[in-house]
């Protein structure tokens, strides 16, 4: 069974900070992996999505790569800004599976 | 605009009572999830269908019921059998083919008073 943890569960940072963060997953089988966003009270928004072949992706300020072989994924933050602040969850699918696995998520504060 | 729209956003219910959140989606999607997200777990899978007049149990189906007799639509009906209803209700589609992106509704939030 699929297991997803994302560390830290927390972090707060000054706006202008580049950051990373963490997504560990114990299965490898993976078709593909999404980082998601979202609000409070919202629903998730899209960020990435790496397939298994792909070693990393970016949009914008965005940079997610994916390590399949150890189980990991993370996402880079350039340039934080308040605007930033969100709680990230990643979600990988495994092969042959309709079933996307989620992480607890970090929040991110991005402090003005 | 091409999206998922969920409805209603809040919803309070009388203990003993069903009740049935909507789901639409305009991105001709075929494959169509409901998930449930409680404070401090993570997203768990309720049920999914991936065409039209077919739908499959997630992890926690229990409780629940779905149907799927058009494409665009996807309505979940929340049980008095479920113990714990009050939670946070995410409507989500995904397009085939690759690279398969998952893409949701704004929510609904269900309180059983």
């Known amino acids: 069974k699929q297991e997803v943890t994302q560390i830290p569960a927390a972090l707060s940072v000054p706006e202008g900070e580049n950051l990373v963060l963490n997504c560990s997953f114990t299965d490898s089988a993976i078709y593909n992996l999404q980082w998601f966003r979202q609000d409070p009270g919202k629903g998730l928004t899209s960020l990435l999505l790496i397939q298994s072949s792909q070693r990393e992706q970016t949009s914008g300020r965005l940079n997610a790569s994916l390590d399949k072989s150890s189980g990991r994924s993370t996402l880079y933050i350039a340039a934080s800004q308040p605007g930033d602040s969100a709680t990230y969850l990643c979600?990988?699918?495994?092969?042959?599976?309709?079933?996307?696995?989620f992480g607890k998520g970090t929040k991110l504060t991005v402090n003005p | 605009d091409g999206g998922i729209t969920q409805s209603p956003k809040y919803l309070f219910r009388k203990e003993g009572q069903n009740v049935t959140l909507s789901c639409e989606q305009n991105l001709n999607h075929d494959a169509m999830y409901w998930y449930r997200q409680d404070p401090g777990q993570g997203l768990r899978l309720i049920y999914y269908?991936?065409?039209?007049?077919?739908?499959q149990k997630g992890d926690i189906a229990e409780g629940y019921s779905v149907s799927r007799e058009k494409k665009e639509s996807f309505p979940l009906t929340v049980t008095s059998a479920q113990k714990n209803p009050t939670a946070f209700y995410l409507c989500?589609?995904?397009?085939?083919?690759?690279?398969?992106?998952?893409?949701f509704g704004e929510g609904s939030r269900l309180t059983v008073l």
């Open positions: 979600a990988p699918r495994g092969g042959g599976s309709e079933k996307l696995v």
């Open positions: 989500a589609s995904r397009g085939g083919g690759i690279p398969g992106e998952l893409f």
């Open positions: 269908s991936q065409i039209v007049n077919d739908f």
